[in-house]
């Protein structure tokens, strides 16, 4: 009978995991088209590229493609050879594996491309029966009714990239001021705001409500009497404010960003029923100037890093926008001091502007839009902080002034996004 040697099979066993990572890291290490196009030197080692087809055109015994993988907007132009693309049916939209060497390009409009020794087809397309068409710009009203293949356009991917790189901007920022990232939870029962309508999330099987906690107790239940999932009414989150004030309990600065739900009956893109919202806590602060300090540096550093990380994607995405201002107000957001007043001060501006405004500015009455955008104008296009707001226009947790009329809470304007913080009650 022979004896167990643990050694060789301690070693047998890391030989197998360490073949594996090999084979794994093999199958997976493919080249991206931004890398390889941002890449100074040529390399003579054969590559692998994973892509889609966004263009196709023949020309003699060759066959020019411009390949897409998602990683930017560029494509790489591959020349596949008659001997390599025989008998395969190479259509816009489909997905290939193409493997071959980098050479510098003796054409226009691309520094390098690739020379294909093999070509697969991972998934073919018929262009019968897909919607795209090549070198078609598709309006948003037409993509949008296609929503599972709206992110192949140029316009959806570059906004999504834009978003992704937006989005670690936000995180890069708290983080390095030593925020503690929380997360707060979709479903809840409170109403943070107070002032929302929201969404009741209730499950699609009636067997799966329970009665209340008092009904429970009793062991009688009132005919009529609403029955819930947690045994109390729970929604999906407006706000995860209430849960980040908990954790200046512990922590001095937080932030969550996350979505947030609001059963807002508007079609414009002002009042969305889903959208993502960054909120932040700071402990031990006193003053709104602190908080403004705050806000101003994180809405610039985040353009500023969006701008930065995907500027080739911004260049394309502004191709689709309207207005011909959209850099001057890039420019802005980065460069400019933000101007500061007070809601008081606000209302003067207003009123000794001329302009016939459809909801007449009068202190008291809350900023609609219209003042808004007004305002901005008036400091040149750039973001304004307006302060100090009426009590009773704002949150009962927003500490008062000493005046006692007004609250300690400032509002970052900008025609493009607003934001709203305060110096809370402590007592």
Not at 28 to 41: A, G, R
Not at 379 to 407: C, E, H, M, S
Request: charged share 25%; net charge neutral; glycine share 6%.
């Amino acid at each position: 009978m022979s004896r167990f040697n643990f050694n060789t099979f301690f070693h047998r066993h890391v030989l197998f995991y360490k073949n594996c990572n090999k084979q794994i890291r093999r199958r997976y290490s493919v080249d991206n088209i931004k890398t390889l196009l941002s890449k100074q030197e040529i390399s003579n080692n054969e590559i692998t590229i994973r892509g889609w087809v966004k263009g196709v055109r023949q020309y003699k015994e060759l066959t020019f493609l411009h390949l897409n993988d998602g990683s930017g907007p560029q494509h790489l132009q591959v020349i596949v050879p008659l001997t390599v693309s025989a008998n395969k049916e190479i259509t816009f939209g489909s997905c290939v594996e193409v493997k071959g060497k980098l050479i510098e390009s003796i054409g226009q409009g691309q520094k390098v491309e690739l020379v294909s020794d093999s070509i697969d087809i991972i998934g073919p397309c018929n262009n019968l029966e897909f919607p795209f068409k090549a070198g078609r710009r598709h309006p948003a009203s037409y993509s949008r009714d296609i929503l599972h293949l709206r992110p192949k356009t140029n316009f959806f991917s570059a906004l999504l990239r834009i978003r992704n790189a937006a989005s670690m901007a936000v995180h890069n920022f708290f983080q390095a001021e030593d925020f503690v990232f929380i997360h707060t939870p979709v479903l809840t029962s409170s109403d943070c705001e107070g002032a929302c309508e929201m969404f009741i999330a209730q499950p699609l099987k009636s067997d799966l409500l329970t009665s209340s906690d008092s009904e429970n107790e009793t062991g009688t239940e009132k005919e009529g009497e609403p029955k819930y999932f947690f045994r109390q009414p729970s929604y999906l989150t407006v706000s995860g404010q209430l849960h980040l004030e908990v954790m200046t309990g512990a922590f001095t600065k937080v932030y969550n960003f996350g979505p947030a739900f609001r059963a807002e009956n508007s079609i414009g893109s002002f009042h969305l029923s889903e959208f993502y919202m960054i909120e932040a806590e700071l402990a031990f602060i006193e003053s709104i100037e602190d908080l403004s300090t705050v806000m101003e540096r994180l809405v610039k550093f985040t353009v500023q890093r969006t701008l930065d990380s995907c500027p080739d994607d911004v260049s394309l995405f502004q191709k689709f926008v309207a207005t011909s201002k959209h850099k001057g107000i890039l420019k802005n957001i980065t460069e400019c001091n933000y101007e500061r007043m007070t809601y008081t001060d606000a209302i003067n501006i207003l009123k000794k502007s001329g302009k016939t405004f459809e909801y007449t500015p009068e202190w008291g009455c809350d900023l609609k839009k219209e003042h808004e955008m007004y305002l901005t104008k008036v400091v040149g296009d750039a973001p304004v902080f307006v302060t100090d707001y009426p009590a009773q226009l704002k949150p009962f947790y927003a500490r008062r002034n000493n005046d006692g009329i007004t609250v300690s809470l400032t509002s970052y304007l900008h025609f493009v996004c607003g934001v709203q913080t305060s110096v809370s009650e402590d007592d």
